[in-house]
């Protein structure tokens, strides 16, 4: 199964952007659906953004709708988060996650839906 792992985080100020990335290795990475938690301290994992297989199918959390663009390089076994207009209530160490399915369908926003998982990286918004 594939191995995720997270870069590009960091503190930044409200209003700024910032673009996740998550490099994904020892799988088939075109036959996973990836997707992108986050988890605030005291707080549980919570879904932020999904995309299929192909990437044809996006799924955003209503907090980050209009704000966060998921995408993905199946050529490069990548999947990006980008970031925009953040908010002090976006700081929460982020993490990337991948589910293999055999058929298309739409992307999980369960962390039970999820089977290979990063370690995460921490996104810090000052206010």
């Known amino acids: 199964q594939v191995q995720p792992v997270e870069s590009g985080g960091g503190s930044v100020q409200a209003g700024d952007s910032l673009r996740l990335s998550c490099a994904a290795s020892?799988?088939?990475?075109?036959?996973?659906?990836m997707g992108w938690f986050r988890q605030a301290p005291g707080k549980e994992r919570e879904f932020v953004a999904a995309?299929?297989?192909?990437?044809?199918?996006?799924i955003y959390a209503e907090a980050v709708k209009d704000r966060f663009t998921i995408s993905r390089e199946n050529a490069k076994n990548t999947v990006s988060l980008q970031m925009n207009s953040l908010k002090f209530e976006d700081t929460a160490v982020y993490y990337c996650a991948g589910r293999r399915r055999l058929l298309p369908g739409t992307p999980s926003t369960s962390t039970a839906g999820y089977d290979s998982w990063g370690q995460g990286t921490q996104v810090t918004v000052s206010s």
């Open positions: 995309i299929s297989r192909s990437g044809g199918s996006t």
């Open positions: 020892g799988g088939s990475f075109r036959n996973y659906d």
